[in-house]
């Protein structure tokens, strides 16, 4: 392990976290808000801080082997979220580490859950740091899955290796830096495109920044209690589903849309998925509400489109209070935490990928009961899936369910109810942010004890890095040469 390496690129991580807090700090300044100074202070640390490690560390080797790509990877996250949490304590918004540390991690893994009571009390310094955390994250789980995670062999990102715009199989450096701003440009273009429209609809400046910010970053971090309901505008609605919807696509296939090659994204077997997945899951809930919940046609169809792009795009806006809802549309919304957005997208979740394959592998296994003797194999896109990347799913999924199951059974122990316990655990490993019960859309995860708090970033940090990016870090193996 090259400690010198890995320690000089927290360094830049972190200088580059302080210069994003000038952001914030513009924002206090032109509002005249007393978290000026919390800013200012978390700044000049990450600044100081960073500047020295960076000297201490200078001139390390430039080769980056596995072991530190997932080393740079899951403690860049840790340490990102660790100096993100400190403006949230020195402005008095938040009053534990603990807190500040949930509401961090939770904006860069841009999961969406909060500790906050009342969001609309808090600065406009704040909130707008909250969507920012929620924005850089985004586009850093994009890189992580689509630059990075093919080349380190993790849960079946490999199949990307010949679609992605830009990385070579073999290392990490060459063209990084050219596939980062292809993304960029698109994530940039995608978001300024959403802003326009929120505006047009008569959203605020500021709020309108806010939440492109957390759209596109499939974060749900919002400035209002109640989410986009707040609004009470069907237009705004409509453009934050279009939007959520793009932003759990793989961005490898935006990328291809916008140079011409529109077919790729039609041809593509999880994108036909992940269509088809959201129409059936609206069309299923809008015929609940429609025969149980009174609402008119015009009604259910919104709800129920807008929660279930939300829901399985692991954003977390809510336009509706869903826990009002029968058994079965909150079940329903349950099931989309867990399958997710597509690969390569910002969205969280186990992935439309994975689930498509495990579809395709239960099939082949039930044709093999009827022809014992024949070679079937499983195809992704017209190509033959090697048993590696087969294997490598089989175990992500059950790494995932374990630790859903651990969590949730740590939750309970704690005392919350079954519903809100399993809720809290699937709306943290899968990225979405408000679960069920004491954790919906209209209460927050503050009256969580501090173990059951820990538990959760836990399980943020770990859906976010995609399981085997974390958990590998625990292994005796990982660091002996």
Known sequence: MQFRLLFHTLSILTIFLGVSMLLPLCVGFIYGENDVKAFSISLLLCLLFGAILYVITRNPKKEISHKEGFAIVT????????????????????????????????????????????????????????????????????????????????????????EVPGPVKDKLRPRIGETAKLLWKVYLLLTFIEFILLRVGGMSFYDAICHSFTTMATGGFSTKNISIEAFHSNYIEGVVTVFMLLAGINFALHYQALVGNIKSMIKDNEFKFYIAAIAFAIVMIFINLLSVSGYSIGDAFRYSAFQAVSIMTTTGYSSTNFENWSGFGQCFLLVLMFIGGCAGSTAGG???????ILLKLGYRELYRLIHPRAVAHIKFNNAKVPSDVVDSIWGFVFL?????????????????????????????????????????????FSAIPVIGKWVLIFCM????????????????????K
Not at 410 to 432: E, K, P, Q, R, T
Not at 461 to 480: A, D, K, Q, S
């Open 350 to 356: 186990i992935k439309v990928l994975r689930v498509v």
């Open 75 to 162: 403690l860049g996250w840790i340490t990102v979220a660790f100096w993100g949490g400190f403006p949230y304590l020195l402005s008095g918004s938040l009053h534990s580490f603990t807190d500040a540390y949930f509401e961090s991690v939770s904006g860069f893994t841009t999961t969406g859950s909060t500790v906050i009571t009342n969001i609309e009390s808090m600065s406009h310094a704040i909130l707008i740091w909250r969507s920012f955390t929620q924005w850089l994250g985004g586009m850093g789980i994009i890189l992580l899955s689509i630059a990075i995670l093919p080349l380190l062999g993790v849960g079946g990102m490999q199949l990307y290796k010949a």
């Open 461 to 480: 940090i770990l859906g976010r890095l995609e399981v085997y990016t974390l958990l590998i870090l625990f292994i005796p193996e990982f660091w002996r």
């Open 400 to 444: 995932y369910m374990l630790f859903f199951v651990i969590a949730a059974a740590i939750m309970s122990f704690l005392g919350m109810d079954l519903i809100s316990a399993v809720s809290s655990v699937a709306a943290s490993i899968g990225n979405i942010g408000p679960g069920l019960g004491t954790v919906g859309p209209y209460d927050n």
